[in-house]
């Protein structure tokens, strides 16, 4: 089913270690961003790519890292996780900015740093 | 700097009351585009519509319905004979014309619709 993958949809890290969220989408969609839900915050954006080999940093980026070396794949590095990045990350991706379908949303990791 | 603001955090009501989530928002472009997304409890997002700043035509579909006022700068979103099935957070958003991607997010509205 076309649409956006993000893996793992769990995950528990202890404080200081590094991970990689991944998020693959296969609707050829040029605009691919990165959001953090924590509550009572809405939808924080963390990072954003315009095509491949662009990015830019969101309100948020302090902590990440990304890199889009293809269409298809903007994966989200948390360099040395701490508490304060535990939250559930959305990864999204659209056609255009504007797109009349609205952005393609991934199902959600939630991460829980101890 | 774009902003939107969802002032009701919170709503409850009992099923078939209609419902309005109010929305406003802040920028200074003339070509933007509004989105509501909703989030049941299962917590995917789901995308409810899209209107841009040339079109303030309302919209109905089913029980929703839009309403954009660009001389208020809102853009609300009424449910008729509220649902369970509609308790969700709703979220409006924005992003302007010119932009490379930042689609920016109200906080949301929980909405409680009891049986």
Redesign the interface.
């Known amino acids: 089913n076309a649409g956006v993958t993000q893996t793992p949809k769990f995950q528990v890290l202890k404080t200081g270690q590094s991970m990689t969220l991944q998020c693959a989408q296969d609707m050829n969609h040029e605009y691919m961003s990165w959001y953090r839900q924590d509550p009572g915050m809405g939808l924080r954006l963390i990072h954003y790519s315009v095509g491949a080999g662009i990015t830019d940093q969101g309100e948020v980026p302090n902590g990440y890292n990304v890199s889009r070396s293809t269409t298809e794949d903007f994966p989200l590095r948390l360099l040395s996780a701490a508490p304060s990045q535990t939250s559930v990350y959305f990864c999204a991706s659209s056609y255009s900015p504007g797109g009349l379908q609205g952005y393609t949303f991934g199902s959600g990791t939630r991460l829980t740093v101890v | 700097a774009q902003k939107v603001t969802?002032a009701q955090?919170e709503i409850s009501v009992v099923e078939k009351e209609d419902v309005t989530l109010d929305c406003v928002y802040e920028t200074r472009d003339t070509t933007?585009?509004l989105?509501w997304?909703k989030q049941p409890p299962s917590?995917?997002?789901v995308?409810l519509?899209?209107r841009?700043s040339f079109d303030e035509q309302n919209e109905i579909s089913g029980r929703y319905s839009w309403n954009f006022q660009k001389s208020t700068s809102s853009f609300n979103f009424t449910i008729t004979a509220s649902q369970v099935v509609d308790s969700a957070v709703y979220?409006c958003?924005l992003?302007?014309?010119g932009?490379?991607?930042?689609?920016?997010?109200?906080?949301?509205t929980k909405l409680s619709v009891k049986p």
């Open positions: 969802q955090t933007y585009y989105f997304y917590g995917e997002l995308f519509i899209r841009n979220f958003a992003i302007v014309g932009s490379q991607g930042n689609l920016i997010f109200g906080k949301g």
